[in-house]
């Protein structure tokens, strides 16, 4: 094994030499890093926003024309009824993927190359998270686009739809905490999906997006009545129309904060102990 | 070879089929599930502001009943493009096996499935509070125009599952025909449907079984039994013929 001349060893010496480590990221640059991956996937995956697309037209149209006449009399009026429910509906089902992503990264083996980063611990959930905000919005406007085609008039104005919105993006972050933890615990993203599905089907349709619960049995309405969802189709509703009250946005803030608390920390620990 | 012997190699083939049903126990307990699921939603969420009356289960099972049957002669075609994906098919080409047997099994594995599925969904539907009036002989006048319809969609999807490159093309018949009832007077009378609709869904052929066997299982007076039993022979003719002439072409 030959040895090495001086030149070489003081070059040598300069590459692998100690000198300042970079600086920590704050826990801010780390979370807008991992939302601008999470934008990157969309970018790069753009099928991934068909479900986003497909969804709320399918149902729109399905239960406007198909059954709008039959339950409200005529469609026009039904829409005007149903939109905001639909709306609620298609960035709640879309909060699924929140999960499922993340199931895809654990199981890639991405997630560990994260944790051995020097960064703040739970950006890359908060981050995802946040990019998934971007998805909730193009929902939001396929949803709307679609039914000021289809005859809906908001009386609430812009600023009560852009408020609808928002409120209704403040719910989905909170109510995405859930999938994160199905995320987190389980084996498969095809676990994660079926799931979340059986989560969110009695949240969406045991509520007041596609009747009203007088029309329900007394037993389903009275989970109606204390299901998150409803209150939040309620205030949506409310807000579009320019009839919302204080309380039916109180109402859904608090839900969304309560959600928050509990949930987050319950997923950051089981993000340190399990992934 | 004989009539026997046909006879024979079909029952052989339709033992196969049925005991493939009973180890796909997923696709199984979904063909059930998927329509008791929506029996339970239309009728305990949608129900009382479809038909204020209360009594809009006994409108909508003849519906349910029908997209039951609908859904699980679809999967014939899954179950034909797997059989001709994988080589059993070239397999049994090798063997004295009558041709119309191997087709002929699916599609009677799919009656047989079908059967189960449907006495499933009529018991739950009891449970829920269906009231049907229909004495012995009406019940079987609605089986046998349902039987005819699985055999209809059983056939044509044969014929699909021949054309399909892949399992998973197949699959997507299943969901196109589980969307038809929706297009028709299953769940909600077509006269409140808009104009546009109105026209496809009050003379597409479910509209006419769903109507046939509507008023055979409630005593109402039906006009729709003999163009349902018509336009079902003619699509299994139809299906069974174009899958006899595709299955040879696959040689």
Same mark, same amino acid.
């Given at each position: ?275 | ?110 009656? !047989?499935?079908? #059967?189960?599925?449907?006495? $499933?969904?009529? /018991?739950? =539907?009891? @449970?829920? *509070? ?94 729709? !039994?003999?163009? #349902?039993?018509?336009?079902? $022979?003619?699509? /299994?003719? =139809?299906? @069974?013929? *174009? ?9």
């Amino acid at each position: 094994m030959r040895t090495l001349d001086i030149g070489e060893n003081t070059a040598l010496r300069n590459a692998i030499a100690v000198v300042d480590a970079p600086v920590r990221p704050s826990p801010l640059s780390s979370t807008l890093t991992f939302t601008r991956r999470a934008l990157l996937k969309i970018k790069h995956v753009p099928e991934q926003l068909m479900d986003v697309t497909l969804t709320p037209v399918i149902f729109t149209l399905m239960f406007t024309y198909l059954f709008g006449g039959a339950i409200a009399g005529d469609t026009r009026t039904y829409l005007q009824f149903l939109l905001p429910g639909i709306l609620v509906q298609t960035v709640l089902i879309v909060t699924v993927y929140t999960g499922f992503t993340l199931n895809t990264d654990i199981t890639k083996g991405v997630f560990d190359r994260f944790r051995s980063l020097p960064i703040w611990r739970p950006a890359p959930i908060v981050g995802a998270l946040l990019g998934d905000t971007v998805r909730y919005s193009v929902a939001s406007v396929i949803t709307l686009g679609l039914g000021l085609l289809l005859g809906f008039r908001p009386d609430g104005g812009v600023v009560g739809v852009v408020a609808a919105v928002a409120l209704l993006l403040v719910f989905a972050f909170a109510l995405s905490w859930i999938f994160t933890i199905l995320g987190l615990l389980m084996r498969s993203p095809n676990a994660v999906m079926g799931v979340s599905m059986l989560v969110l089907m009695p949240l969406t349709f045991a509520s007041n997006i596609f009747v009203a619960p007088e029309t329900m049995p007394s037993v389903l309405r009275a989970w109606v009545d204390i299901n998150p969802v409803s209150a939040l189709v309620t205030a949506v509703r409310g807000l579009m129309a320019g009839t919302a009250t204080f309380s039916d946005v109180a109402w859904v803030l608090v839900a969304a904060a309560v959600i928050t608390a509990i949930l987050a920390p319950i997923t950051m620990r089981i993000y340190r102990t399990r992934s | 070879m004989t009539a026997v012997d046909v006879a024979r190699h079909t029952a052989l083939l339709t033992g196969r089929g049925i005991r493939r049903s009973t180890r796909e126990v997923d696709a199984l307990l979904l063909a059930v599930a998927l329509p008791v699921l929506l029996m339970v939603l239309f009728v305990v969420v949608f129900g009382g502001a479809l038909r204020p009356d209360g009594r809009y289960v006994d409108y909508v099972v003849p519906g349910v009943i029908l997209l039951c049957a609908g859904y699980g002669a679809a999967q014939t075609a899954v179950a034909v493009a797997g059989d001709m994906t994988e080589g059993i098919v070239d397999r049994l080409r090798t063997m004295p096996v009558a041709a119309s047997a191997v087709l002929t099994g699916h599609v009677v594995a799919s009656m !047989a499935r079908n #059967a189960l599925a449907m006495v $499933a969904v009529v /018991a739950v =539907a009891l @449970a829920l *509070g269906f009231r049907p009036s229909a004495g012995p002989l009406q019940w079987l006048a609605a089986a046998g125009i349902l039987a005819l319809f699985v055999l209809a969609v059983s056939w044509v999807s044969a014929c699909l599952g021949l054309v399909a490159r892949s399992v998973e093309a197949a699959s997507g018949f299943t969901f196109a025909v589980l969307f038809l009832p929706y297009l028709s007077s299953a769940f909600v009378p077509t006269e409140t449907m808009p104009r546009a609709l109105q026209g496809f869904a009050e003379h597409q052929p479910i509209t006419l079984v769903v109507e046939a066997v509507r008023g055979l299982l409630l005593g109402t007076p039906t006009t729709t !039994a003999g163009a #349902a039993v018509l336009w079902c $022979a003619a699509l /299994a003719a =139809a299906g @069974a013929t *174009g899958a006899a002439v595709l299955f040879r072409r696959a040689r």
